[in-house]
């Protein structure tokens, strides 16, 4: 589990990203449903290659994303690094 001053630095790092709580969320946003779907399941394969998976809230057009690593009780550097990959994929 990372400490608040780690917690702090790798928050500063992403674009968009907020913390609640023992997690880290972001609203993605879309035109549609048919990108907001692309992006949940390219997202899904993500997770899955990762073995680290988000909670997510879809909507027609957004998707919300939680990460926390529920097993060491906070935040990981897997809950980072995950959170990079679904920013990159938003950026692609």
Not at 17 to 28: D, H, P, S
Request: hydrophobic residues 45%; glycine residues 6%; aromatic residues 10%.
């Amino acid at each position: 589990m990372l400490n608040e001053q780690e917690i702090t630095a790798r928050l500063a790092a992403l674009d968009g990203w907020t913390r609640e709580g023992q997690a880290i969320v972001k609203t993605y946003r879309f035109a549609n449903y048919h990108e907001t779907m692309a992006f949940v399941n390219a997202g899904a394969w993500i997770a899955h290659r990762a073995d680290h998976h988000p909670d997510l809230e879809v909507g027609y057009n957004r998707c919300v994303v939680r990460y926390s690593t529920h097993s060491a009780g906070g935040l990981t550097d897997k809950d980072f690094a995950c959170a990079a990959r679904l920013d990159a994929l938003f950026a692609a």
